[in-house]
């Protein structure tokens, strides 16, 4: 497994969390303190940490100590990644509903020509 697939599962794995996706949610309007995060969560502060260290490994968030506080800020490069790959998958995808949609017409052409489906009154 390449680094550029790893990248891509970690990310994927941090997301797969509704708890995480509400801290990234959160850090896309702007930055936070660990404690301002904290407040609106019904957990206990560890098992937030815990979350927060799993966004960090992946590269979604950083954080830094400032003063007593530790801020957390949304690094959005880390998705460029993931959005690359996934714009692949929907280019594959749409090309194979566009030959399915241009086969189905053919058919409905060729059966309309054959005269094989006639319209009952």
Aim: charged letters at 30%.
């Amino acid at each position: 497994m390449d680094n550029h697939e790893l990248t891509i599962d970690r990310v994927f794995h941090a997301l797969s969390d509704p708890t995480r996706r509400a801290i990234v949610m959160r850090l896309s309007a702007k930055p936070s303190a660990v404690g301002d995060l904290f407040a609106p969560m019904p957990m206990a502060l560890p098992t937030l940490l815990k979350h927060i260290r799993v966004l960090e490994e992946c590269g979604l968030v950083a954080t830094k100590k400032v003063g007593r506080e530790r801020i957390c800020e949304m690094q959005p490069e880390a998705l460029r990644t993931t959005d690359a790959w996934l714009a692949q998958q929907r280019s594959v995808l749409e090309a194979r509903l566009d030959r399915m949609e241009a086969y189905v017409l053919d058919l409905q052409k060729t059966e309309n020509k054959n005269g094989r489906r006639k319209k009952r009154k």
